[in-house]
């Protein structure tokens, strides 16, 4: 939460400096913009490294360089060497720091909590960020106010050295790797499989990239609103950030109570509506108390969304992806809000304030109607830990980690009248496939025999096909369950593993001389 507070002290003091050095609203909302697009940009690479290495030292070390992003800021904006676009480019690295930071330390909450305290932990966590939002900035104004905006970026600066302290000296429980580590290409891509393949997920995705266009108005517009809409100075503006981050913490302490009466679905749209109206009041008060009530409201509607969202997110991804589905969800969001940043920022320049958080409210209006054909899931409850039931067969023919590709069929007895319950359940089973790794799948019938059906797909290496197993989770094996009892043959299904061979190869290993290679392979005299 110290760092937290350092963090918005220095938002607030790059923001007004913005508005004393260049004039512009598109330049002043690029502030909020260079904070949020290296989010969107290198999320999924820092979502991949926090599910594949040491979630504490990705940590320490994003926050090792923000520290010393900060310090060299705030040199600059003390010797007067600060420009427009030098300023950008160091909340843009801030911001890349912060991309880094931001899946491991949203997937270590899940490493802290058993999983039916996840959403409380997660709401926790969002509050401490909250109290500080609704402080911090009413702190930050007064030091700009008081000593400049290079005082805030110092002030973040310091805010750094306790976190790293406590980083420094975690010492988290890791759980065994059964398997070696994804190269980075790898690990991003079965991380967008995964959420491509995953509804809940793939909804949450499609939702909050609409929701952060339209939310980022606000933030993005506060300067203005406190300067132009109600005349005040760097004071009001913290005010007014003060009044959002209350909201937003007492929308995180009544997140409990909300989400025991309220579907995720019904909490997230009544969060929409009521943002929107927030919005579109924010431009039309000239009254700071007012102004200060209305974003109190958007600050509850904030916090509710998003958690929502994250809580989703988590809740239907196993350990194994959680940071990188995090990451996806992040670059969603916060990629919304980047665009939306700029895109109110113009707007503003051209049409003015008003006309640029009446077309947000509009957009967060299009977010809430949205549930209606996409809505949150309602189950919370499914079970994503891993089955751990796999052992790697013996082969009579010598695999390696590298070898393939590898080809698995898996042979079904189904009666005529089991038909449609069994092709009903291979349509989820495809889905599981294809979202844990397996590639080319298809179900093929016999035509000879009307009950045999054969499953069939592949796995580009014997590891891959080791991974692709050990990421069965126990709520998965439901529908392996359900095959199995649709299954009518005397056996179990017949489960065969093969590798892909090219013709002509010679499974010795001498070298065979030009008269055996020009020699048939077969007695010519033999019987086809």
Request: charged share 15%.
């Given at each position: 939460?110290?760092?937290?507070?350092?963090?918005?002290?220095?938002?607030?003091?790059?923001?007004?400096?913005?508005?004393?050095?260049?004039?512009?609203?598109?330049?002043?909302?690029?502030?909020?913009?260079?904070?949020?697009?290296?989010?969107?940009?290198?999320?999924?690479?820092?979502?991949?490294?926090?599910?594949?290495?040491?979630?504490?030292?990705?940590?320490?070390?994003?926050?090792?360089?923000?520290?010393?992003?900060?310090?060299?800021?705030?040199?600059?904006?003390?010797?007067?060497?600060?420009?427009?676009?030098?300023?950008?480019?160091?909340?843009?690295?801030?911001?890349?720091?912060?991309?880094?930071?931001?899946?491991?330390?949203?997937?270590?909450?899940?490493?802290?909590?058993?999983?039916?305290?996840?959403?409380?932990?997660?709401?926790?966590?969002?509050?401490?960020?909250?109290?500080?939002?609704?402080?911090?900035?009413?702190?930050?104004?007064?030091?700009?106010?008081?000593?400049g905006a290079a005082a805030a970026f110092a002030v973040n600066a310091a805010s750094y050295v306790?976190?790293?302290?406590?980083?420094?000296?975690?010492?988290?429980?890791?759980?065994?790797?059964?398997?070696?580590?994804?190269?980075?290409?790898?690990?991003?891509?079965?991380?967008?499989?995964?959420?491509?393949?995953?509804?809940?997920?793939?909804?949450?995705?499609?939702?909050?990239?609409?929701?952060?266009?339209?939310?980022?108005?606000?933030?993005?517009?506060?300067?203005?609103?406190?300067?132009?809409?109600?005349?005040?100075?760097?004071?009001?503006?913290?005010?007014?950030?003060?009044?959002?981050?209350?909201?937003?913490?007492?929308?995180?302490?009544?997140?409990?109570?909300?989400?025991?009466?309220?579907?995720?679905?019904?909490?997230?749209?009544?969060?929409?509506?009521?943002?929107?109206?927030?919005?579109?009041?924010?431009?039309?008060?000239?009254?700071?108390?007012?102004?200060?009530?209305?974003?109190?409201?958007?600050?509850?509607?904030?916090?509710?969304?998003?958690?929502?969202?994250?809580?989703?997110?988590?809740?239907?991804?196993?350990?194994?992806?959680?940071?990188?589905?995090?990451?996806?969800?992040?670059?969603?969001?916060?990629?919304?809000?980047?665009?939306?940043?700029?895109?109110?920022?113009?707007?503003?320049?051209?049409?003015?304030?008003?006309?640029?958080?009446?077309?947000?409210?509009?957009?967060?209006?299009?977010?809430?109607?949205?549930?209606?054909?996409?809505?949150?899931?309602?189950?919370?409850?499914?079970?994503?830990?891993?089955?751990?039931?796999?052992?790697?067969?013996?082969?009579?023919?010598?695999?390696?980690?590298?070898?393939?590709?590898?080809?698995?069929?898996?042979?079904?007895?189904?009666?005529?009248?089991?038909?449609?319950?069994?092709?009903?359940?291979?349509?989820?089973?495809?889905?599981?496939?294809?979202?844990?790794?397996?590639?080319?799948?298809?179900?093929?019938?016999?035509?000879?025999?009307?009950?045999?059906?054969?499953?069939?797909?592949?796995?580009?290496?014997?590891?891959?096909?080791?991974?692709?197993?050990?990421?069965?989770?126990?709520?998965?094996?439901?529908?392996?369950?359900?095959?199995?009892?649709?299954?009518?043959?005397?056996?179990?299904?017949?489960?065969?593993?093969?590798?892909?061979?090219?013709?002509?190869?010679?499974?010795?290993?001498?070298?065979?001389?030009?008269?055996?290679?020009?020699?048939?392979?077969?007695?010519?005299?033999?019987?086809?």
């Amino acid at each position: 939460m110290a760092s937290n507070f350092g963090g918005l002290i220095q938002s607030v003091g790059a923001s007004w400096m913005m508005t004393s050095i260049a004039g512009s609203a598109e330049m002043i909302t690029l502030v909020q913009a260079s904070v949020t697009l290296p989010i969107m940009l290198l999320s999924l690479v820092a979502g991949a490294l926090a599910d594949n290495f040491d979630r504490r030292r990705m940590m320490l070390a994003a926050q090792v360089f923000m520290l010393f992003v900060s310090v060299a800021l705030a040199a600059c904006a003390w010797t007067g060497l600060i420009t427009p676009w030098l300023l950008l480019a160091f909340t843009f690295m801030i911001g890349c720091g912060t991309a880094f930071n931001g899946p491991a330390w949203q997937a270590s909450v899940g490493d802290m909590v058993e999983r039916p305290d996840l959403p409380g932990a997660i709401a926790l966590n969002s509050m401490g960020f909250n109290i500080a939002r609704s402080l911090g900035p009413a702190i930050g104004g007064a030091i700009v106010a008081a000593a400049g905006a290079a005082a805030a970026f110092a002030v973040n600066a310091a805010s750094y050295v306790g976190l790293i302290a406590v980083l420094a000296r975690w010492r988290p429980d890791h759980a065994p790797q059964p398997l070696p580590r994804e190269t980075l290409g790898v690990a991003m891509a079965a991380g967008i499989r995964y959420a491509a393949m995953s509804p809940a997920i793939r909804t949450v995705l499609g939702r909050s990239a609409i929701f952060g266009i339209g939310a980022s108005a606000i933030p993005a517009l506060m300067p203005l609103i406190a300067r132009d809409v109600i005349a005040g100075g760097p004071l009001t503006y913290g005010l007014l950030l003060g009044s959002f981050g209350f909201g937003a913490v007492a929308g995180a302490l009544a997140s409990a109570r909300l989400r025991s009466a309220f579907s995720s679905e019904t909490l997230a749209r009544g969060s929409c509506l009521a943002f929107a109206a927030a919005a579109a009041l924010a431009g039309l008060s000239p009254w700071l108390p007012a102004t200060m009530a209305v974003l109190l409201v958007a600050g509850v509607a904030w916090v509710l969304v998003l958690s929502t969202f994250n809580v989703t997110v988590q809740l239907h991804s196993p350990r194994w992806v959680v940071a990188r589905a995090l990451s996806l969800y992040q670059m969603a969001a916060f990629g919304g809000m980047a665009g939306g940043s700029w895109l109110w920022g113009v707007i503003a320049e051209d049409h003015g304030i008003w006309a640029a958080l009446a077309v947000a409210a509009t957009v967060l209006l299009g977010c809430a109607l949205l549930g209606l054909r996409l809505p949150l899931p309602a189950r919370s409850d499914i079970d994503l830990d891993p089955l751990r039931s796999w052992q790697a067969p013996e082969t009579a023919v010598a695999v390696e980690p590298r070898s393939g590709p590898v080809v698995i069929t898996i042979e079904y007895r189904i009666r005529p009248e089991d038909r449609r319950p069994f092709l009903a359940t291979m349509a989820e089973r495809r889905r599981i496939r294809r979202r844990d790794g397996a590639r080319h799948w298809t179900l093929l019938r016999d035509l000879a025999d009307a009950e045999i059906w054969i499953e069939r797909f592949h796995l580009p290496t014997w590891l891959e096909y080791a991974r692709h197993n050990n990421r069965v989770t126990k709520a998965d094996a439901v529908v392996t369950e359900r095959l199995r009892a649709l299954h009518c043959g005397k056996k179990a299904p017949i489960i065969r593993r093969m590798i892909e061979r090219q013709t002509g190869s010679i499974p010795d290993s001498r070298t065979p001389s030009p008269r055996e290679l020009a020699e048939p392979l077969t007695d010519p005299n033999a019987s086809s």
